[in-house]
């Protein structure tokens, strides 16, 4: 399923310039979008994807804490999304996922064509759920197209920072996927907006946010 129904007006992206050898494209304007097949029809090729999918919790709580800030979707639309087509021949993909759907988000990876080489860990402060250990921990997989090395090979594989609202992850994060992944940018399932940027982000919670 590549088509969200945002409450947004969706941005024109201008004019794409796509590679003939599946690099990432010349140019791709910031922007918000609700459909990826809009990407894919103008040949839009991204060098790093940055993705928090809206995993389907089977656990009543916690799928009602995440289906409240924004709609969860079935594990076959999550595999179905267009990103492979996306994705440039030599490319990054930041995965976010929990420890409850761990080995799913590595399918999700296969599936969008991407090999599984590390992960980084956020560590929350804060006591978490869970009925064996208490979970204060979310995963950022990290999956390779091609051999694209990282741009800063000296980032440690952990980062501690609290929880924030709305199944929001902290900008910092983001501000690290730049430092070691290049451009151009494309977020799926992103919750706000960051002007003066050069990111694409798709998603249908995007919410504006000036600095």
Known sequence: MSKLT??????????????LDGGASELILPTIVGDLQLLVDRGAKFSTIYADPPWPYSNTAARGAAENHYKTMTMEDILREPVNLLAATQSHLHLWTTNAFLREAFDVMNAWGFQYKSCLLWVKPQMGMGNYWRV?????????????????????????????????????FRELVERVSPGPYLELYGRVEQPNTTWTVYGNQVERRLF
């Open 6 to 19: 945002s409450s947004e007006s969706q941005h024109d992206l201008g004019p794409q310039a796509a590679s």
């Open 136 to 172: 204060s921990h979310e995963f950022l997989l990290l999956g390779v197209r091609g051999s694209l090395p990282f741009q800063d090979n000296k980032c440690r594989s952990w980062i501690s920072a609290r929880r924030t609202v709305h199944s929001r992850k902290p900008f910092a």
